[in-house]
C-alpha cells in the first residue's frame, strides 16, 4: 500500500503562485511499482475533479483545461516525490488539493482508477 502525504498548501492572494508537493513512501516509484500520479480539488460543496496527472517516466502529461498554461505537473522519481506547480491561481480555485497514485503508465481522469489517495492539502485564494 502506498503512502501519500501532500505538502505546500496556503494561503495566497488571487494572482500568485503556490507548489505543492506529495511525497509517497511504501512502493518507491524507481522499483517495480509502476505508478500514475495525479492531483486533484476538491472544493467545498462541489465533486472531486482532475486537475493534472503524470506517467511513470514523465512521459505522458495530461492537464485538465480549466489549469493548462497556469499549473505544472512534474515529478522526481529519486525522490519519490510530485509537484504541482500553480500559478496565477483565482479564487474560485480555492479548495482542498489531493495527490493520488494508481499503478500503470496511463493517467485517467477519473477519481475511481486510483488506488491511494493523500490526505490532502488546503489551497486558500484570496481575491
Known amino acids: 500500500q502506498v503512502q501519500l502525504v501532500e505538502s505546500g498548501g496556503g494561503l495566497v492572494q488571487a494572482g500568485g503562485s503556490l507548489r505543492l508537493s506529495c511525497a509517497a513512501s511504501?512502493?518507491?516509484?524507481?522499483?517495480?511499482?509502476?505508478?500514475?500520479m495525479a492531483w486533484f480539488r476538491q472544493a467545498s460543496g462541489k465533486e472531486r475533479e482532475f486537475i493534472a496527472g503524470?506517467?511513470?517516466?514523465?512521459?505522458?502529461?495530461v492537464y485538465a483545461d480549466a489549469v493548462k498554461g497556469r499549473f505544472t505537473i512534474s515529478r522526481d522519481n529519486a525522490k519519490n516525490t510530485v509537484y504541482l506547480q500553480m500559478n496565477s491561481l483565482k479564487p474560485e480555485e480555492t479548495a482542498v488539493y489531493y495527490c493520488?497514485?494508481?499503478?500503470?503508465?496511463?493517467?485517467?481522469?477519473?477519481?475511481?482508477?486510483?488506488?491511494?489517495w493523500g490526505q490532502g492539502t488546503q489551497v486558500t485564494v484570496s481575491s
Open positions: 493520488a497514485a494508481r499503478y500503470g503508465t496511463s493517467v485517467p481522469g477519473s477519481n475511481d482508477e486510483y488506488n491511494s
Open positions: 511504501g512502493c518507491t516509484f524507481s522499483n517495480m511499482c509502476v505508478m500514475g
Open positions: 503524470i506517467s511513470p517516466t514523465g512521459a505522458l502529461i
